[in-house]
């Protein structure tokens, strides 16, 4: 036996190394999958108490300069501008925000010691970081805060791998709270994606019909800083028709983009035979306060010929790639993947967009008509 050893140690030697290798590698892997949650130290924390929805009488949400207040009335809840109502507001919206406030559980305590932790969660604007989330405050009959959260970036759990694309759920929300004078960080139960502090979200669509329409389409050419062209509706009339000099095809963007047709442009939108051409933006902003990004950029990487970039600020870093593929790699991706494509929509004409999870809520200033 020992000679057997001896006369194959090297290749034993070699199996050993290259199993703790392949042990290393998962290791190294889980980890990066796990980071978002997992490297920062944490303790035992107590729950918040409880209240009771029908007791809020007054909601403020607050990011940077953007505000949105809706205070109870009567028998209805009312967007306030300048301490006067101004609109009704959609009673679902802020029915469901309540009951999301109500019932998020903190999960965890966060260790963080310095500003620049803080500010990796988007936590820090309280005392003048950089980095700043939004502020949701609830108040009572006598103006007594229920409830006064700071919240951060939202956290996601690990998903499925389809291909070169990860599936990352929102499950959770980073919050700042002050509990005896003192700032305490947290990961919350439910992610929050409802707190938009814009006015136009909140308003009724029943009293405000135009809420859903664009104002605005703007094509930035990215390498040169410049903006070629912008379309705004004219006068009350919210539909917007590009010209056909524009270096844009609308509707063929419409057929490739399933988060444009989520909130489709007017059916008169049309260009023909042109392109959407690298190192450029197209937005769409609505009236509402939603906003579309998409960027289209020289990739340095691989087979990779062009990178396209959803932008929402509630999570600036979600992206999303998109690759050119020949007709055999193609069909063998759409076999694979066939109930995927299929209830998403997303393959078109030889490009694939996995646009998961559908977050397309932003901060964005909407610009004047």
């Not at 010209?243 to 844009?248: E, G, R």
């Not at 959407?276 to 197209?282: Q, V």
């Amino acid at each position: 036996m020992k000679e057997l050893f001896l006369k194959f140690r090297f290749y034993f030697v070699a199996l050993i190394l290259i199993l703790c290798a392949a042990l290393i590698l998962i290791l190294a892997r889980s980890c990066r999958e796990n980071r978002s949650m997992e490297v920062l130290p944490v303790k035992a924390i107590e729950s918040l108490p409880d209240f009771q929805v029908q007791d809020v009488t007054e909601i403020e949400l607050i990011y940077g300069k953007h505000v949105a207040k809706l205070v109870r009335g009567s028998d209805v809840w009312n967007l306030h501008t300048n301490g006067k109502p101004v609109v009704i507001a959609d009673p679902a919206k802020v029915l469901l925000l309540l009951e999301d406030i109500s019932r998020a559980k903190l999960l965890r305590e966060l260790s963080i010691d310095s500003e620049t932790e803080a500010e990796a969660l988007a936590l820090s604007g309280a005392n003048g970081g950089k980095t700043i989330g939004c502020r949701v405050i609830l108040r009572g009959k006598n103006g007594g805060e229920i409830r006064n959260l700071l919240l951060g970036r939202v956290h996601y759990s690990v998903g499925e791998q389809i291909g070169r694309y990860r599936t990352n759920i929102p499950d959770g929300r980073y919050v700042r709270l002050m509990l005896a004078g003192k700032p305490h960080y947290f990961l919350m139960s439910r992610p929050m994606l409802d707190t938009i502090p814009l006015s136009a979200f909140w308003a009724n669509p029943v009293t405000c019909p135009n809420m859903g329409m664009p104002i605005l389409i703007r094509y930035t050419d990215l390498a040169n800083k410049k903006i070629l062209w912008e379309v705004r509706p004219e006068g009350n009339q919210y539909k917007l028709t590009i010209p056909k000099d524009k270096k844009l095809n609308i509707k063929e963007m419409q057929q490739k983009l399933g988060f444009l047709t989520q909130a489709p442009l007017s059916r008169d939108v049309a260009a023909e035979n042109v392109e959407f051409k690298p190192d450029s933006r197209l937005d769409i902003i609505y009236a509402n306060g939603f906003s579309y990004s998409l960027e289209m950029q020289n990739d340095p990487f691989d087979e990779w010929k062009r990178l396209g970039r959803l932008t929402p600020a509630y999570d600036p870093e979600f992206t999303f790639r998109m690759q050119q593929e020949t007709d055999d790699a193609l069909a063998k991706r759409k076999k694979q993947y066939q109930a995927e494509l299929e209830r998403e929509k997303k393959l078109f004409g030889g490009q694939i967009f996995v646009l998961r999870p559908s977050l397309i809520n932003i901060f964005e200033t909407v610009p004047e008509k």
